[in-house]
């Protein structure tokens, strides 16, 4: 590992110097809204002959900047799809040219006299970025931007999570700008198709990477949602309301005031079945309803966008969410012991449980010159959560019963957060040379309470039966900052140099007491007696400070960035009651990383990088008290754990054919962690004594994580994607393997738990027309495991999900809708279900004179087989788990889609 760090170390000191470079700037403006337009193709082209020097694509924000330019005369041209094309002839000596704002027109197009005769491309592969036409793919006219999405190749559900390109995607910007946070769904749900004209999907940098232009690996999977211009002024939107059998009801709305840069958007959901996020059919949600316990739920969500001045951006929203889930859920535990006597632990819980939820982002960009930029993110966040539980558990071991539990909780909890971040980037008259100044902080502050009654039977070596009644105050508190400068320098034509140092804090206190409720006689009064075993005063302090040095070179075709991190951190750790305790340490760490991109053709990219990191524990996993919550089933801090330290290796290609419209994916990732934090179990196989009056009954279990080796994971994925003319559909084809390494600790013996999961799936949509629409999808996944301690654990299972959703308008307004998906488990425990089939279905008629309105009978789960089963495997256990879910129910809904725009607006659009 010293030979691979100082390797990179001398990459960045050996690199060859050269003269400084020139630079282009400018930003691309829609002529008559005068909004920025990312994704824009900007070209260089030598005056003499027309042949390509450079080029770039603007960024979210409409902005290019071109640096690796020799001095000369050139014309430089902006390209965009439904655009006019921009030209300017330039002549480039020894400074920066600064072209400012250029505006282009939509292209013109007489109707009347052309016809379209060829298939519209797909899209296309700009740099990092994969952009496509949103004409290319046929959706109904009142489908949403989800619904379009799942239609793009590299873009499937899996599991309820939204994936691009075998990664969830975390943000979703319309027109460059972030829309409802980090809520995809929230996002997706009210936008419809039809406003959408081209999609593109890239990897966004953290806002500190987008300043300095040195990639920190803080990468998010990100979806920008490009309008057409004639969906940017008006107003649109979906409302719907709906009763049915079983008391069931909806009532819904999106709502989208659009004026150019100023962009309201308002949603609203009340409903109870299962629906987190509004759409106007309750049928065809695909995975995205949850499948754990009858959810009522109610939501009012504000996004606010606005170009207050021509310097000063604000992006905003805020979301409220009332949630209860009525749950009950059953499952089966088996444990890796170092013996051949086979543990089992199973328990039937049912629990009601109610959250409400404030949330509040605000973004402030402002553009104080052309050199100047200063950013403001504020997130505020406050939680409340109310939770009755009971549950039984028992552990078995050779078909005998060891122990059982009867648990009764009452707990409330409120959780507070607050996060600022401000950076400040300076860009200076010599190209390349910029500086950026950091500063994160942030408050955090939970508190709970809660009740709880247990009765304990320990049955062996003889019946002994404990009975609980007990109260339980937490409060723990966060406060976080760091404060972080970086400077770059322009080496030679291509490079550059980056200098940086950052300092954070991150201090925590965690304060909990237990106490035992005493009755008193001939009364209803309590006794409050504080344990003061089970109760603890804890802080930790974790100080950070790292130096890193870096080096990027920008060429035609290649892009590469080494850098050398030292970080130094020290961990304090202090318990203040039951008794005093102190511990500090201290880590010094080399951090070394590597980018390479390699651009052989400009619709082919092949990226690597190479990421070390290291992570500290938390203060619930530092600190050293016994939580009961399963008075069999103990758990506990531990102080003395230490960092992790990790490497990460990713190689990834992406390729798009814009000829045949085929696209590929393919990508390799691993990671290697030393002293992970994982989990270790003691399982008393006699009665122990933990001391200060703990005891340990046999058969129960004292769970505390601990750092261990031998941690790796190794992933692949690949998609391919294609149209096929003959049946107007595009086909994807995908899989993957997955292997991994997990160690564990059972009864101070180290086990491994080895797993390998095999996965393949196939889809296809339609691309037929506005009347008809399907998607076709089936997944499978086989997964075998083997434990390094016990042989007859191992297991293999499959897994196979289909679906099947049909839309389809015919007659005078006449909308059939269907969605069906089959699951189908193998090798689960006897007692979980392995299979069951959810049909969906609905019959409707379009109304009023534009069919803005739909009248539909709704069946959820037709054949009443909806089920939710799940295994969770890791190094210490294989669990199998099973919970109530939504059944059939029938109702009538009445939607209705709002349409009103500026251009060319008139009554029938009401």
Do not use: C
């Amino acid at each position: 590992m010293k030979s691979l760090r100082y390797l990179f170390f001398l990459t960045v000191l050996s690199l060859p110097l050269f003269s400084n470079a020139q630079s282009i700037t400018g930003k691309i403006l829609d002529e008559k809204e005068n909004l920025s337009i990312p994704g824009v193709s900007i070209v260089v082209l030598n005056k003499a002959d027309s042949s390509l020097a450079s080029g770039a694509i603007t960024d979210l924000n409409g902005k290019f900047d071109i640096s690796d330019i020799k001095p000369g005369d050139y014309l430089i041209e902006a390209r965009y799809l439904g655009y006019q094309s921009f030209v300017k002839p330039i002549s480039l000596q020894n400074t920066r040219i600064d072209l400012g704002n250029i505006k282009i027109a939509e292209a013109l197009t007489e109707l009347n006299e052309v016809t379209v005769s060829a298939r519209r491309s797909l899209g296309t592969q700009k740099g990092d970025t994969t952009q496509f036409n949103a004409n290319a793919f046929k959706t109904l006219s009142d489908a949403t931007s989800q619904q379009l999405l799942e239609k793009i190749p590299g873009i499937n559900m899996m599991d309820g999570v939204l994936q691009a390109q075998g990664e969830s995607i975390v943000q979703i910007f319309v027109d460059g700008k972030p829309f409802f946070g980090t809520d995809v769904k929230a996002a997706l749900q009210n936008l419809p198709a039809e406003a959408v004209e081209s999609i593109q999907v890239f990897d966004k940098l953290s806002d500190k990477a987008s300043f300095s232009g040195f990639d920190d690996g803080e990468r998010e999977k990100t979806i920008n949602i490009i309008t057409n211009p004639a969906y940017r002024t008006g107003q649109f939107g979906k409302m719907t309301t709906g009763y049915g059998s079983n008391d069931r009801y909806l009532l819904g709305m999106g709502l989208n005031a659009f004026q150019n840069d100023q962009r309201i958007t308002i949603t609203g959901l009340s409903n109870n079945i299962n629906a987190l996020n509004y759409s106007g059919d309750v049928n065809t949600m695909g995975e995205s309803r949850p499948q754990d316990g009858i959810i009522k739920y109610n939501a009012l969500g504000i996004n606010y966008s606005d170009l207050i001045t021509n310097k000063l951006q604000l992006n905003s929203s805020y979301q409220y969410r009332d949630r209860t889930n009525n749950g009950y859920s059953s499952l089966v535990r088996d444990y890796t012991l170092n013996t051949e006597d086979e543990q089992r632990y199973s328990e039937e819980k049912s629990n009601v449980r109610r959250n409400k939820e404030h949330a509040f982002d605000l973004r402030l960009t402002y553009d104080i010159d052309s050199s100047n930029h200063l950013l403001v993110v504020t997130k505020v966040s406050a939680e409340t959560d109310m939770e009755r539980s009971d549950f039984f558990g028992k552990t078995e071991q050779l078909d005998k019963i060891i122990n059982q539990t009867t648990n009764t909780s009452n707990v409330n909890s409120t959780n507070f957060d607050f996060t600022n971040d401000i950076y400040y980037s300076k860009r200076f008259q010599k190209v390349g040379r910029t500086a950026t100044i950091g500063i994160e902080s942030g408050n955090h502050l939970d508190e709970d309470y809660g009740v709880r009654e247990a009765e304990n039977i320990f049955y062996d070596p003889e019946e002994e039966i404990e009975n609980l009644d007990q109260k339980t105050v937490r409060q723990r508190k966060g406060l976080s900052w760091e404060a972080d400068f970086s400077y770059t320098e322009p080496l030679g034509k291509m490079g550059r140099l980056k200098f940086e140092y950052e300092i954070g804090n991150r201090i925590e206190d965690s304060d909990q007491r237990l106490s035992d409720l005493i009755s008193e006689e001939n009364s209803d009064d309590y006794i409050s007696i504080l344990d003061t075993a089970l109760s603890n005063k804890f802080n930790s302090t974790y100080l950070k400070q790292e130096s890193e040095l870096g080096y990027q070179y920008s060429g035609k075709k290649i892009k590469l960035q080494a850098e050398m991190s030292y970080e130094s951190a020290s961990l304090k750790n202090r318990q203040h009651f039951p008794n005093e305790d102190y511990l500090t340490r201290t880590f010094q760490n080399y951090l070394p990383t590597l980018r390479v991109d390699y651009k052989p053709k400009s619709t082919q990219i092949l990226e690597f990088d190479y990421d070390t990191n290291t992570d500290a524990p938390s203060v619930g996993e530092l600190q050293k008290v016994i939580n009961i919550t399963n008075p069999i089933q103990l758990k506990s801090g531990n102080p003395d754990l230490v960092q992790s330290y990790s490497n990460r290796f990713r190689l990834r290609y992406k390729s798009t054919n814009v000829d045949t419209d085929r696209s590929f994916i393919a990508d390799v990732q691993s990671s290697f962690e030393n002293d992970r934090i994982s989990s270790s179990t003691l399982i008393a196989e006699e009665k122990m004594d933990l001391g200060d009056g703990i005891v340990l009954e046999k058969g129960a279990q004292l769970s505390k994580p601990v750092n261990l080796n031998g941690y790796w994971k190794i992933k692949t994925y690949f998609n391919y994607g294609l149209p096929i003319d003959k049946i107007k559909s595009n086909v994807g084809l995908y899989g993957g393997v997955e292997l991994s390494k997990s160690p564990g600790m059972i009864n101070e013996i180290v086990s491994f738990t080895n797993a390998t999961k095999l996965r393949a799936g196939l889809s296809s949509s339609s691309n037929i027309s506005e009347k008809v629409d399907f998607n076709i999808s089936t997944r499978a996944t086989y997964t075998m495991v083997n434990n390094s301690l016990r042989q007859n654990i191992n297991n293999n299972y499959f897994n196979l999900n289909s679906r099947v959703n049909y839309n389809w308008i015919f007659g005078k307004g006449l909308v059939y809708r269907m969605e069906l998906n089959h699951q189908l488990n193998t090798g689960l425990a006897k007692s979980i279900g392995q299979s069951f089939v959810l049909l969906n279905m609905s019959v409707g008629k379009k109304i009023f004179r534009n069919q803005r309105g739909e009248l539909s009978l709704n069946v959820f789960d037709l054949l009443n087989q909806n089920t939710n089963v799940k295994r969770t495997v890791n190094e210490l256990y294989i669990e199998d788990r099973q919970s109530n879910v939504l059944n059939r129910y029938f109702m009538m809904t009445f939607t209705y889609n709002l349409r009103h725009f500026s251009l060319g607006a008139s009554n029938s659009d009401f």
